[in-house]
């Protein structure tokens, strides 16, 4: 069982910049690809970024590309998302997550079955 502890969420400015951190304990983490999601108050949870097991394939939802990077540091056991030109409405919990299978892709497809708690990130226009 895969353990995720999400940080780096806060309050920022229209057109500012965050950086959300996962760490990840309890399994192999470099064996495995890992995404993000996010979840808007009357939403429901949507896909963000993911990036395959070795990093070198990363997806991303059309209205974040271009202004948010996935990325990872298996010695660390970590993955990033690095936020730039924050826009009101990427306000959301965002949640880490890891698939259930190893080897993945890192797709929106990748079965994602351990969450972590979730972080809130605002964005004040």
């Known amino acids: 069982q895969v353990q995720l502890v999400e940080s780096g969420g806060g309050l920022v400015q229209a057109g500012g910049s965050l950086r959300l951190s996962c760490a990840a304990s309890g399994r192999a983490f470099s064996n495995y690809a890992m995404g993000w999601f996010r979840q808007a108050p009357g939403k429901e949870r949507e896909f963000v970024a993911a990036i395959s097991w070795g990093g070198s394939i990363t997806s991303y939802t059309d209205s974040v590309k271009g202004r948010f990077t996935i990325s990872r540091d298996n010695a660390k056991n970590t993955v990033y998302l690095q936020m730039n030109n924050l826009k009101a409405e990427d306000t959301a919990v965002y949640y880490c997550?890891?698939?259930?299978?190893?080897w993945g892709r890192g797709t929106p497809r990748d079965d994602f079955g351990s969450w972590g708690q979730g972080t809130q990130v605002t964005v004040s226009s």
């Open positions: 997550a890891a698939p259930r299978a190893p």
